[in-house]
């Protein structure tokens, strides 16, 4: 049978092009923010920054650290952006993903630097005295690098990285408190949460209440690093309904503290814990929405590959059983619609019927001077039939197997195969042979009364013959490489 070869389209193309063109926006973006507007808390960009950290390192050892850390990151940009314009869709999209990332933890590194190591005032990396948002370059580059990985997942998984998107943006809406002069509790921010060193109290009460909230701190920040993750994984709706409800747990244990603490007339000054509180049950509700619909998706989906598997059953047993059934008329009415030509007619074209060739005669082609082309075109011929009925199964054509013992499998000399000999299963494909056993052997789809059993190894011209006026039956249920096989062979045994 001939194989078809299909074209396939390049779909790859737009994406990579895509993925090309985000790719130098990353690099372009990150680039201009190294020298344009002035890092945090400094008067210079980033770029003096790095510099400075080379040539005259700070007194504070984490902070050089973190400057040496954003150079590496400029240098992996590079490479990456290189690189990305000899790979594929998908390796362009994580090279473009892993810039983003490494751009937003490189700051993030820096910012704890400042704060934690060289012991700058937040609002100096956090705001200015005449707005509540400080643009400086330290900010701008986390701020960018999340807008680009959203942008990428939008653009690699289109309609399906819309629910990422949007679980990534509230997961990220917690940041906005960063910005907001708002105690969370007692007189700290959300930023002063950071600060493992908080304490709210010092007797044990005031102890439990500090771990409460700083871990409701960095909870909030490990629920923004896993939203990012998801943006550029598949399948995360288990990992991001996890991460919701631990964040709704500890916000709701917050806001049960605070209100503890100071009563409910004082929440209006306590707007930051509100927030907190409302964006997480918003975060929770949406991660149990879209982990619900795809659950229910998915078992729709199962029951519909069932369905499809009953009825393809229903269709095979009742294909059996029509065949087991057909009557003689009803064979004779369509046996040569199926085969066409292969089967000649009995008549001629004047509607003479056609005489029976005559037998092979050997005492007469002993005296006709064609003999020994005719007898040895026909000898030739009878030698490859029964070479092709007694090949064994597994075997090539010219073998030393042998059979050692017709009611033991087939076997070579000093060796037993563990499989009897069958001509016809042996020219069968592994996928045909599962096909022709669960059909004719084992018969999964049912019994036909009609057509006896196929049994491996054993004299199965019977079966050939009966199938071969059944197989006009088998067509919508059998394989055409395996109609054509039983066909074939039918016709060499006959």
């Known amino acids: 049978m001939s194989i078809r070869k299909t074209s396939v389209p390049d779909a790859d193309r737009g994406g990579r092009i895509a993925q090309f ?44 650290a973190a400057y040496y850390t954003l150079a590496g990151f400029y240098v992996l940009l590079i490479g990456l952006t290189v690189i990305g314009v000899f790979v594929r869709k998908k390796a362009a999209f994580v090279l473009n993903f892993v810039k983003t990332f490494a751009g937003i933890a490189a700051c993030a590194f820096l910012v704890y630097a400042l704060i934690g190591g060289a012991g700058v005032d937040p609002d100096a990396v956090f705001h200015t005295e005449n707005a509540r948002f400080s643009c400086n370059a330290t900010l701008l580059i986390p701020a960018f690098g999340i807008v680009m990985s959203i942008v990428l997942t939008l653009f690699y998984y289109k309609a399906r990285g819309i629910l990422p998107a949007i679980s990534a943006l509230l997961a990220f809406s917690f940041a906005a408190f960063l910005f907001y002069d708002s105690p969370v509790i007692g007189e700290a921010r959300l930023i002063d949460l950071f600060d493992l060193r908080y304490s709210y109290g010092q007797d044990a ?248 059993a196929y049994t491996v190894g054993a004299d199965n011209r019977e079966f050939f013959a009966k199938v071969f006026v059944f197989m006009g039956r088998f067509r919508n249920i059998i394989s055409e490489s395996l109609l054509e096989k039983i066909y074939n062979y039918s016709n060499a045994i006959r």
């Open 205 to 452: 009460w005031g102890r439990v209440v500090s771990v409460c909230f700083i871990a409701l701190a960095y909870a909030t920040a490990v629920n923004a690093l896993l939203a990012l993750l998801s943006l550029a994984l598949r399948r995360t709706g288990p990992l991001e309904l996890i991460r919701a409800s631990a964040v709704f747990a500890l916000a709701v244990v917050g806001f049960g503290l605070l209100i503890g603490e100071t009563g409910l007339t004082a929440l209006p000054d306590y707007a930051a814990n509100l927030g907190i509180l409302a964006i997480s049950f918003i975060q929770l509700v949406f991660a149990v929405t879209v982990f619900a619909v795809r659950a229910k998706r998915k078992k729709a989906a199962r029951a519909a590959d069932a369905e499809d598997d009953y009825a393809a059953a229903a269709r095979v047993n009742a294909a059996l059983d029509e065949a087991a059934n057909i009557s003689a008329e009803e064979l004779a009415a369509t046996q040569r619609p199926f085969y066409g030509g292969a089967i000649r007619d009995e008549t001629t074209a004047y509607g003479e019927p056609l005489e029976e060739a005559a037998a092979f005669d050997f005492d007469q082609k002993k005296h006709d001077g064609s003999f020994n082309r005719d007898y040895s075109d026909f000898r030739a011929e009878e030698e490859t039939l029964r070479r092709a009925a007694d090949r064994p199964y597994g075997a090539p054509a010219e073998s030393g197997f042998r059979y050692a013992d017709p009611a033991r499998p087939f076997a070579a000399e000093g060796t037993a195969a563990p499989y009897p000999p069958d001509a016809f299963i042996n020219g069968l494909t592994p996928a045909e042979r599962d096909e022709f056993d669960r059909l004719f052997i084992t018969r999964v789809y049912g019994e036909n009364r009609r057509l006896p």
């Open 21 to 64: 063109v985000l790719s130098f926006v990353i690099f372009a973006g990150f680039a201009v923010l190294l020298f344009f507007p002035d890092a945090a808390a400094a008067d210079t960009g980033l770029f003096r920054q790095i510099f400075d950290a080379f040539a005259a390192p700070s007194e504070f050892g984490v902070l050089n």
